[in-house]
């Protein structure tokens, strides 16, 4: 175990504690690697399903069809249907009872709850789950929180040990030991979960391990004792605990308020002192309780532990004697309260809080008590509470030092202010019962709060620098039940936050994870999914947040819950964390979905918990009181909630509310600035998070219901925090686990040899071949998503179980084979057996085998010889044996002696290495001297660096304090300027108040020297009738407000006819515009008339030319078919004569072959002729036959010639046709053309034409673009104004619904009425604005674009609409005049009954009541008219979506538009493809010109060369003619013959060569032909193809030119049909307007009746009022008249009184004189104690002042510019907060002067209609007067704003010294780093020496492993001489038996016979034949003797072998 080093020194039952302690803490996982479970779970597919009972249970997928799974139920047996939704993952076996859940790979709620589930059962209360550690209650005590385990894991790192509380605390303590940052640990869960008890242990482990006694001997070093600040910290908590802890259902000892305590630590760790904050304590647990539950502790241990003059002293009486214990006396087991009072006290003892301060805290506690036994009764003729037993009074006045007359008369009838003048309100017996509860609950909570504070007064006396802190934050977690309230909102909120810390820092130490291993992803701050609900609880504005609406509900005097909540659902409705209640009758108020859930609030006494209020008066009395203790705990009396705040009284009330603003604080005010000061100190530290959980209600140990825990992990975060675990990559492996774990599911991915672990784990997973979106790969580890490694988990026991599977085939193969070869040996064994058996028994009876075995014995005699010879055989072996062993006994002495000197040699290294090691050993001891002086050195580093960080640290939170003021000021001058912005702003406010008071305070003047008298007359009168009975006054003050709001409605009522006449002027003004836009109108109608003339010119004329285009088309066409014609004849000629080349193409074949056989036979007489030149007469016929054969061959040649002639000039002619042909082809190809381009220039032109056209187009579209965006801007501006006036119609239904609250009388209702027909002629007028702007939009469309007329139809219908509005309106109106007629005649019978009842009062209270019916009546009325209101607002609606219809069609529009824009784009490419067609055809027609051309050039070169052969051939013939006449010459000459041989021969040779110049020509001449034939073809076949082509494209212009025919003809009558709906809504525009002009003539006559009607009903309204005034005025008379006597009385009853109480407050006063004189002589006895104390510790505290001193005046010194610097500019800020607050007073003093000049204003408006000329004669005068006002104000605040310039030039010079200040920081920090880095050279020489030290180490343990390997061969070499020469001892011996039995001879020559006969047996192998063996030797015989008796167990021997 982990733990054996800590238990080594302890005693026995210390281990046997740590041995339970190791079971509670290490637990048992054994079932972590057990093979089975893995299997099951690999093969079962194991699964979690929801369960009822048990949250979760265990199953296994049997089937799966589609959704839903049939899955069978591990437990018991059964199979359910379950959704594929509602099943989770299991985690294998290996993650059973994992100490960290983030480590799990399929991250859910079952697995979650699986884990703490089975770690709870097990011992287990401790779980991580990332960061949070779970804690669940044990419910029993547990060993684990022992000094030993605090040792345990004192200094270890948090894995290292299993879970605990004392690892979070010691990594938080180390963390801020070695980062120097703060520490933070929130503790949070239900009650009872043991939040407390878990604050405490971290507590006990700090005070342990930071303890100062244990290391600081110096007794100077503090002025406490050894460890009396750790003791007091420890004993801190009882005292809390005592006040703030009490019994609930669900906790014995349940904390009922929040707390943060702040331990100090300094530089070295100790603790230096702690601070104690606390939240949200349940005081009203003081006075009520629930069932079976106790209020706080102290209540019970008073009452049980008190002594006998305590209890006389506080007067304490029986528990059922007090009220506000509602249980009695109720005990906790195991608790006893006298005791735990003693602890408190002893506490207090040590805190050191003096007895008096004690006496005082327990003096409260027990005046609370006594608070709860006043009781109060209602008197018998008025609600009025009376008090007929005051002896709790007297005894709570006697416990806090009051009197008790002033006290009753303080709760019975307190003073409240009403206006100006302070009145005596009589309270109910409630409200005095409230204001005592509040009273109570006050004392306690002020109670609790100062021992807090002085608890941490206590805690704070050390004088020692704190440099750090860890903070323990024990609060209750988030909070559900059925209905919850203001305290459940606020706990809420803060587990909000932490939540939201929690989130936060989770994704910063993800991000840091993430960072340090180099993975990229992209980061999610889950912080902010909290934001939403956090701000729907505390935004300030914009919209205001539940807290903001609540504060300001509460400043509102007659505002209640319901107003609360009816305005958090107007302004937070549609927030998404907020949702109204479903059902009507819901119990819930509003819901709020926080990130636990969604929780019902029920708003129930909010305003009065949120203003607490209490009765001031009683207040005012205990900050009186003569208890000091008392006194100091209401010394801050000013910032209360007074009970004027809170009943509304008067009309003061507002004043009073604007007047003391900002005088005291709401509860959520306080809370909220309280958890923003807490969550900047937690920001700032480094939080650790541990979640208490509850496991059952039942309060029992090892049970655990799976709901509960669930929700609680829902609501502790928990589940938060694993769900933003499964959003990354929680699951992480180093690389050598995950390659030694997962190489066998990638058996051939790894190559051999040495791979680092990255590398290798890349080519694993690209072998897993795993989606990159579920792992990443960092620099020391695989991270992988949830679920991977379950996977991968099943993947692995999937390939184990094969490997298994095959390992197990293998054996069980092996082994059956072994046993099968095993079976074949038995088989063949049995059958020898069974064979030598039926052989012994065929021999047994046969004689011969009978003497065999007689004979056998006696025949070894004749075998002597042979017998000896074998054993001299034997003999000379054993000698030889002898020899071997003789020379081995040589070799082993010679080993021996060897061995011998090698161990003398080893013991000679083992001497030296001794010696060596003796040396290592001084040396080592050297080095440890060395070591010690190292770390002697290394000490004083570390004090000095020490020292120095001291310095850093001192200097840093002088930083951080500089940065603070810093801070401080920038928030004074963002302050400054708010103040600034909202003086300009209530400056401006100011001005318009003047504007409007102008008319007002000109009147006022003059009247209030006229009404000062009647005023003063009246006040005499109303200080006279003040102490009327309360219910008449009240009555009088209802009439009082009821007239003044008549009158403010008479006021409202005049500006609003002003108004009126405005709005009325204004339409006249509009209606004029609107004559002149018609008369616009009518000049646009005329210019588009003139347009579309033009247009329809303009299309006639595109229609003549496109009728001459389809003409010049038809032509061209008619063209193209001849020209077709023409090609298609000459394809024909151009046929024919290609058959004439054939023939002459075969006939001059033929004329070659001829040629041929003419030449061979030419050459024959050649030789001929050469052989017979000297022959005879033969010779001579032979050459005549010669020459008549030449004769005929030149006739033939010339024939030939001839007819090549002719044929060659037929072919020319051919030729010369076919060109000219062609040539005329292409002329009209041409021609066409030529038409073509023309057509097409035309066509062109009409482009460009239809160009301009669209672009004129375009422009107008864009144009009416334009201006349908500028309709649509104020359209925009109409539905603007249209939500202005819903806004102001909310407004509007807001004032209406409060005016129904307050309406008391007719006229009130009236006035409301005559306020709703002002609003819908406002609604009127604002319809008539619509309607101007809707035709100056229609205006503007028409002129530019009349395709935007449709809207002019729908603008038609909204202003039908409007008028039927107006006509609703008007009836509306006709019913309400019918109405007031109505009410008139109430009226005139009200007045006729108020006649005949004036003499006695009871007979108008009973007219009052029928006017409340019919009030009521009215309000019926009314509400009727509301809803005639919202049927106004249907339709208005309705109109609405008829305007988007409107945009709708627009949008259609503009749909159309784009369409004709890409019509026209498409129509442009189409023109440039057509363009491109074009230049290419006309590229191609140059090049066939071209290559027309050059071939006419060669065909007139060829003709040129025919010429010239032709030339030739004349020649030839010419020369053949000659040769003629030369052969008939030698015919001629035969004689001489024999002469001319040698001239025959020179002719002959000349005539061969002519012959063979003509052959070349002849052939020249053919290839020349050749070629023009083959150019000839070629020309044709390009004449074709391009005739092709041409007729081609010809037909695909044809096409194109009918679709643009088509398209263009398409257009134009789109356009004319557009024109004709032009047409049309033109004259639907003008009727149109004719009827809007002819409806605001109407309208306007309307408007002129309604304003007549109205001032009808106002005048009759004036009547009515000014009769009820006199009728109010003649009651007053009446109950003064009445009233005056009762006055008189009761003024005689108070004299009484009072005379009374002066008497009885006199003795008081002496009394509490007395009891002063005796505290102040018993504070004076303490004084001097405490003197003499001081005088003893100051001689300790001088040293380590001096000390202190030398170091503090180095700092400040540097400091003391700064502070100069500093408080420079605080001077300056001060300066501008007082020229600040003297703005704000003089403001304040001119809003007073405001408020006072409106009342008197609405006092004085009875006598406006006398003063209305007179006004109109001093309103120049006024004017002047105010004019030098206002002068006077512009003047003041021009040098408001010089002041503000001189701050921002503050300012400015400020940040300059911010700037220098900033500069001496950085040197500061440079000389600091610089420090460091000499530290850091210092640590670096350490840990050199270290290393040096460690290689020491390293070379001592290898050279004693050396000493430790000699030892071990010595060993064995001894083992191996001891065993030589046992093994020699042998030999010896065996050596003399050999020589003593060599010694013997005979006896030894008889046993080597036997062994002989034995040895021939035994070499027998096997007898099948034994009787022939027999016959023929005697060996035979006995040799198969033997084998009878030897072959049953040798043969089986052998065959094993």
């Given at each position: ?476 977690g988030f909070e559900i039940f059925e209905l919850n309230s203001f305290e459940q909102l606020c706990i809420n909120y803060t587990n909000e936050k932490l939540q939201q810390l929690f989130n936060h820092t989770m994704f910063i130490l993800e991000q840091e994870e993430y960072q340090r291993e180099g993975i990229e992803w992209s980061f999610i701050d889950f912080g902010l999914d909290l934001q939403p609900c956090i701000d729907l609880i505390e935004r300030p504005a914009g919209p205001p947040g539940i807290l903001a609406l609540l504060d300001e509900e509460c400043w509102f005097p007659k505002a209640t819950d319901k107003t609360f909540v009816d305005k958090l659902v107007q302004e937070q409705g549609n927030h998404p964390k907020f949702q109204k209640p479903k059902k009507l009758k819901d119990d819930a108020d509003f819901c709020v979905i926080h990130y636990a859930g969604k929780v019902d609030y029920k708003a129930d006494e909010w305003l009065m918990k949120n203003m607490d209020p209490l009765n001031d008066n009683v207040t005012t009395l205990l900050n009186q009181s003569s208890d000091k203790f008392v006194c100091e705990l209401w010394k801050d009396v000013d910032r209360i909630v007074g009970l004027d705040k809170v009943a509304g009284m008067a009309d003061s009330a507002h004043g009073a509310f604007k007047t003391r603003k900002g005088m005291f604080r709401t509860v959520g005010q306080l809370y909220k600035e309280q958890l923003s000061n807490l969550m900047t100190t937690l920001r700032n530290t480094n939080p650790n998070f541990v979640r208490c ?35 990354g990559f929680p699951n992480r492996i180093v690389f050598q686990e995950f390659r030694q774990r997962y190489e066998l599911l990638t058996p051939n991915a790894i190559p051999k040899g040495f ?475 041409k021609r066409n053309k030529a038409s073509v381009e023309k057509a097409k220039q035309a066509l062109e032109s009409e482009r460009s034409e239809l160009k301009i056209e669209l672009q004129s187009l375009t422009q107008s579209k864009n144009d009416s673009e334009h201006r349908r965006k500028k309709a649509e801007a104020q359209l925009q501006e109409l539905q603007l104004k249209h939500a202005e006036s819903e806004r102001q119609k909310k407004e509007f239904s807001d004032k209406v619904a409060k005016m129904q609250v307050e309406m008391d009388s007719l006229s009130s209702a009236l006035s409301e009425v005559e306020s709703k027909s002002i609003k819908a002629a406002k609604d009127h007028s604002s319809v008539e604005s619509q309607l101007q702007d809707a035709q100056g939009s229609l205006q503007e469309e028409t002129r530019q674009k009349l395709a935007l007329n449709t809207r002019l139809r729908q603008l038609e219908e909204e202003q039908n609409r409007l008028k039927e509005q107006l006509e609703e309106e008007e009836e509306s109106k006709k019913s309400i005049e019918k109405q007031f007629s109505s009410a008139q005649a109430q009226l005139a019978e009200l007045r006729k009954k108020m006649e005949t009842e004036a003499q006695s009062l009871e007979s108008s209270e009973e007219g009052k009541k029928k006017l409340q019916r019919e009030l009521e009546a009215l309000n019926q009325r009314l509400e009727e008219k509301t809803s005639a209101y919202d049927k106004l607002e249907k339709t208005k609606v309705r109109l609405q979506r008829e305007l988007d219809d409107v945009l709708v069609g627009h949008d259609h529009l503009r749909q159309t538009t784009q369409e004709l824009e890409r019509k026209q784009k498409k129509f442009d490419q189409l023109l440039a493809e057509e363009k491109s067609v074009s230049a290419r055809y006309a590229e191609e027609r140059d090049r066939a010109e071209a290559e027309a051309r050059e071939r006419e050039t060669k065909a007139l070169a060829l003709a040129r060369e025919l010429e010239a052969m032709t030339d030739q051939r004349n020649e030839l013939d010419r020369a053949n003619k000659l040769l003629k006449t030369e052969m008939e010459d030698l015919v001629s000459s035969k004689d001489d013959v024999g002469k001319s041989v040698h001239e025959l021969e020179r002719a002959k040779r000349a005539l061969e060569q002519q012959v063979e110049e003509m052959k070349t020509q002849v052939e020249e001449l053919e290839d020349e032909l050749q070629l023009t034939e083959d150019a000839k073809l070629r020309l044709e076949v390009n004449l074709q193809a391009l005739k092709a082509q041409f007729d081609r494209d010809l037909q695909g212009r044809d096409e194109q030119g009918e679709e643009k025919r088509k398209q263009l003809v398409k257009q134009v009558r789109e356009m004319e049909a557009e024109l004709e709906d032009e047409k049309k809504q033109r004259s639907q525009a003008v009727s149109v307007r004719k009827k809007l002009e002819m409806d605001l003539s109407d309208l306007g006559a309307q408007i002129e009746l309604s304003n007549k009607a109205r001032d009808e009903a106002l005048r009759q309204l004036k009547k009515l009022q000014a009769q009820l005034k006199e009728q109010m005025r003649e009651l007053d008379e009446a109950r003064v008249s009445r009233d005056a006597m009762l006055n008189e009385a009761k003024e005689n009853e108070r004299k009484l009184k009072s005379l009374e109480a002066e008497n009885v407050q006199l003795h008081e006063d002496l009394a509490s004189a007395d009891r002063a004189k005796k505290q102040i002589q018993q504070e004076r006895d303490e004084l001097q104690d405490e003197l003499n104390s001081h005088n003893s510790k100051t001689s300790l505290l001088s040293e380590e002042r001096r000390k202190l001193e030398a170091r503090i005046a180095q700092l400040e010194e540097e400091l003391d510019e700064e502070q100069s610097n500093i408080e420079l500019l605080n001077d300056r800020a001060k300066k501008a907060m007082l020229q600040a607050e003297q703005s704000s007073t003089e403001l304040a003093a001119e809003r007073s002067n405001s408020q006072r000049l409106e009342g008197a204003r609405s006092q004085l408006d009875r006598q406006n209609k006398e003063l209305k000329a007179k006004l109109q004669e001093l309103e120049g005068s006024v004017k002047s007067k105010y004019k030098s006002t206002i002068t006077a104000l512009e003047a003041k605040i021009i040098q408001l704003e010089e002041q503000l310039d001189n701050e921002s030039k503050e300012k400015q010079q400020s940040v300059k010294v911010m700037r220098r200040t900033e500069k001496k920081l950085k040197e500061v920090l440079l000389q600091v780093e610089d420090e460091r880095r000499n530290s850091d050279q210092y640590k670096d020489q350490m840990e050199k020496a270290n290393t040096r030290m460690k290689l020491l180490k390293r070379q001592l343990e290898e050279a004693e492993e050396e000493t430790q390997r000699a030892n071990a061969s010595r060993r064995k070499l001894q083992r191996e001489l001891e065993d030589a020469t046992e093994a020699s001892s042998v030999m010896n011996r065996e050596v003399t038996t050999l020589k003593s039995k060599l010694r013997r001879g005979a006896d030894f020559s008889l046993n080597v016979r036997r062994g002989t006969g034995t040895r021939g047996g035994a070499d027998s192998e096997e007898d099948m034949d034994v009787t022939s063996e027999a016959s023929e030797t005697p060996d035979g015989l006995a040799n198969s003797g033997k084998v009878l008796l030897g072959q049953r167990t040798q043969r089986p021997e052998r065959r094993e072998k």
């Open positions: 175990m982990h733990d054996c080093d800590f238990i080594t020194d302890q005693t026995e039952s210390s281990r046997v504690t740590m041995s339970d302690a190791e079971r509670y803490l290490f637990g048992d996982r054994s079932a972590v690697s057990d093979p089975l479970a893995q299997a099951d779970w690999a093969s079962k597919k194991l699964v979690w399903v929801p369960s009822e009972k048990l949250g979760f249970e265990a199953g296994s997928i049997k089937e799966e069809k589609g959704d839903e799974c049939l899955v069978e139920l591990s437990d018991s047996g059964k199979k359910i249907k379950v959704s594929k939704d509602d099943i989770q993952k299991m985690n294998p076996p290996k993650f059973n009872k994992v100490e960290d859940m983030a480590e799990l790979t399929c991250l859910n709620e079952a697995s979650v709850l699986h884990n703490l589930k089975d770690r709870y059962y097990s011992g287990l209360i401790y779980t991580y789950s990332g960061l949070f550690c779970v804690v669940i209650n044990p419910y029993k005590n547990l060993p684990i929180y022992t000094e030993a385990i605090v040792e345990m894991y004192k200094g270890k790192k948090r894995h290292e040990m299993p879970p605990h509380i004392y690892a979070i605390t010691d990594t938080a303590y180390r963390s801020m030991m070695q980062d120097r940052e703060d520490q933070s640990i929130l503790c949070t869960g239900e009650s009872g979960a043991g939040k407390t008890e878990n604050t405490k242990k971290v507590i006990q482990y700090l005070a342990h391990v930071a303890s100062s006694s244990k290391t600081k001997k110096d007794p100077s070093s503090s002025s406490l004792s050894h460890g009396e600040l750790e003791r007091q910290l420890l004993q801190a908590n009882p005292i809390l605990e005592a006040f703030g802890n009490a019994k609930t259902v669900k906790n014995d000892n349940s904390s009922r308020f929040g707390k943060f305590i702040r331990i100090n630590f300094d530089v070295n760790g100790y603790i230096v002192g702690a601070n104690i904050e606390t939240y949200l304590l349940e005081k009203s647990r003081a006075i009520r309780q629930a069932k079976e539950e106790r209020t706080f502790h102290i209540f019970y241990y008073l009452m049980s532990g008190a002594g006998d003059k305590l209890r006389s002293e506080l007067c304490l009486e029986d528990f059922s004697k007090y009220r506000f214990l509602s249980n009695g006396k109720v005990t906790i087991q195991g608790q006893q309260d006298r005791d735990l009072f003693t602890e408190t006290m002893d506490a207090f003892g040590i805190m050191s809080i003096p007895e008096d301060e004690q006496t005082g805290l327990l003096k409260v506690v027990s005046a609370v008590l006594q608070l709860g036994n006043m009781s109060f009764k209602k008197e018998r003729n008025s609600d009025q509470a009376s008090m007929p037993d005051d002896t709790a009074a007297q005894k709570v006045c006697h416990l806090l030092g009051m009197s008790v007359t002033d006290f009753t008369r303080a709760i019975l009838s307190p003073r409240i202010k009403v206006g100006r003048d302070y009145v005596q309100k009589a309270q109910t017996q409630e409200q005095a019962e409230f204001a005592v509860e509040a009273l109570a609950k006050a004392t306690y909570e002020r109670m609790f709060r100062w021992l807090v504070a002085r608890i941490n007064r206590a805690l704070d006396k050390t004088k020692r620098q704190g440099a750090s802190f860890i903070g323990i934050l024990d609060i209750a959980i509850i496991p059952n209600h039942e309060k029992k140990a090892g049970k655990l219901e799976p709901h509960l825990v669930l929700e609680q992990l829902r609501c502790n975060g928990v589940l938060e925090g694993i769900r933003i675990c499964r959003q791979m680092d672990g990255k590398q290798a784990c890349v080519l694993m997973i690209k072998a897993l071949e795993l989606d990159s979106n579920l792992y990443r790969i960092g620099q020391s580890k695989v991270f992988f998503r949830a679920g991977v490694l379950a996977h991968l988990e099943e993947e692995r026991d999937l390939k184990i179980t094969d490997v298994i599977i095959k390992f197990q085939a293998w054996c069980r193969g092996h082994v059956a084979r072994k046993a099968f070869a095993k079976r074949q040996q038995q088989l063949t064994a049995m059958r020898v057996i069974q064979r030598n058996c039926a052989a012994y028994l065929k021999l047994r009876n046969w004689q011969w085998w009978r003497l065999f075995t007689k004979v056998k014995p006696l025949l070894q005699v004749s075998r002597q010889e042979e017998e000896m010879q074998a054993k001299d055989e034997e003999l000379e072996k054993v000698k030889d044996k002898q020899q071997q062993a003789e020379q081995q006994l040589k070799e082993y002495v010679e080993k021996h002696q060897q061995l011998s000197a090698e161990k003398q040699a080893l013991q000679d290294q083992l001497q030296a290495e001794m010696e060596l090691c003796t040396e290592a050993e001084e040396m080592r001891a050297r080095l440890v001297a060395r070591q010690q002086e190292l770390e002697d050195i290394l000490h004083d580093l570390e004090a000095r660096v020490e020292e120095e960080e001291e310095r850093v640290t001192h200097l840093q939170t002088e930083k951080k304090k500089m940065q603070q003021n810093i801070t401080d000021l920038e928030q004074q001058l963002d302050e400054e300027e708010a103040a600034r912005q909202k003086l300009q702003l209530e400056k401006v406010t100011l001005d318009a108040k003047l504007k409007k008071l102008e008319d007002s305070v000109m009147v006022l003047d003059d009247q209030n020297a006229k009404l000062g008298k009647d005023k003063k007359q009246l006040e005499e009168r109303i200080a006279e009738f003040s102490s009327n009975l309360t219910e008449e006054e009240e009555k009088s003050k209802s009439l009082q407000k009821l007239k003044n709001k008549h009158e403010a409605m008479i006021t409202d009522l005049e500006d609003r006819l002003r108004r009126e006449e405005k709005s009325r002027q204004e339409l006249e003004k509009n209606r004029r515009k609107l004559e002149g836009d018609s008369t616009e109108l009518h000049d646009q109608i005329a210019e588009l008339q003139a347009q579309i003339a033009e247009l329809r010119a303009q299309l006639a004329k595109k229609e003549e030319e496109l009728q001459a285009a389809l003409a010049r088309i038809e032509q061209e066409s008619a063209l193209k078919n001849a020209a077709q014609k023409s090609i298609r004849e000459l394809e024909a000629q151009v046929a024919e004569l290609q058959e004439d080349l054939d023939m002459e193409k075969a006939a001059r074949a033929k004329a070659d072959k001829q040629k041929r056989d003419l030449s061979e036979e030419l050459e024959a007489l050649k030789t001929e002729l050469e052989d017979t030149l000297d022959s005879t007469a033969a010779q001579q016929e032979l050459r005549a036959k010669r020459e008549t054969e030449v004769t005929q061959l030149k006739k033939t040649l010339e024939e030939e010639a001839q007819s090549h002639e002719q044929l060659l000039a037929e072919v020319r002619q051919k030729h010369t046709q076919a060109f000219e042909e062609l040539n005329e082809q292409l002329e009209q190809a």
